[in-house]
T-cell receptor
Framework: SQQGEEDPQALSIQEGENATMNCSYKTSINNLQWYRQNSGRGLVHLILIRSNEREKHSGRLRVTLDTSKKSSSLLITASRAADTASYFCATVLSGNTPLVFGKGTRLSVIA | DVKVTQSSRYLVKRTGEKVFLECVQDMDHENMFWYRQDPGLGLRLIYFSYDVKMKEKGDIPEGYSVSREKKERFSLILESASTNQTSMYLC??????????????FGEGSWLTVV
């Protein structure tokens, strides 16, 4: 069961530009998380935003959450070639159930 | 730092073989998970466990089983490997203490090819 759906599927930008990825989900959530995956590696947690929060920052990352639209966005400012990776949103549907991941956005940052 | 270690990074197995994928975490986490990842399909949950000797089916358990005899170790078993099980397998763990929707920590993945 896929809960989150990232958009776009792929994104290519120049170094220094901002990258925005979106995630839409279907049911009420407790929190929404973003993960990053370098090619061929495991996923790494980036940031968690709770359902009662609207915006959160961590370094060059900015996450927003709109529970009325059931959507979230991840903004990476001043992107670097090292930001090239796939980015996934993940949500918990209810209770203590496992995280459900979207299919990811593949970001390419060209130097 | 949390460390989730998957015993094999790359494996090649023959159709019909029994395959064990081992995963160990060093943070005393209660929860452990096995996902598989395929191009265009994202991550799909195979099995998970919230305690020793406990297991729950995920979205795609068919053809797999798991074992959790010790808290730190969660094994994924392919009883009779088939070519459609060629994939990247990701193990993960998380703590129950933080409540629902905990951050999970992934291993580096195991690339399994079944020929």
């Amino acid at each position: 069961s896929q809960q989150g759906e990232e958009d776009p599927q792929a994104l290519s930008i120049q170094e220094g530009e901002n990258a925005t990825m979106n995630c839409s989900y279907k049911t009420s959530i407790n929190n929404l998380q973003w993960y990053r995956q370098n090619s061929g590696r495991g996923l790494v947690h980036l940031i968690l935003i709770r359902s009662n929060e609207r915006e959160k920052h961590s370094g060059r990352l900015r996450v927003t959450l709109d529970t009325s639209k059931k959507s979230s966005s991840l903004l990476i400012t001043a992107s670097r070639a090292a930001d090239t990776a796939s980015y996934f949103c993940a949500t918990v549907l209810s209770g203590n159930t496992p995280l459900v991941f979207g299919k990811g956005t593949r970001l390419s940052v060209i130097a | 730092d949390v460390k989730v270690t998957q015993s094999s990074r790359y494996l090649v197995k023959r159709t019909g073989e029994k395959v064990f994928l081992e995963c160990v975490q060093d943070m005393d986490h209660e929860n452990m998970f096995w996902y598989r990842q395929d191009p265009g399909l994202g991550l799909r949950l195979i099995y998970f466990s919230y305690d020793v000797k406990m297991k729950e089916k995920g979205d795609i358990p068919e053809g797999y089983s798991v074992s959790r005899e010790k808290k730190e170790r969660f094994s994924l078993i392919l009883e009779s490997a088939s070519t459609n099980q060629t994939s990247m397998y990701l193990c993960a763990s998380s703590s129950s203490r933080q409540g629902p929707g905990n951050t999970i920590y992934f291993g580096e993945g195991s690339w399994l090819t079944v020929v």
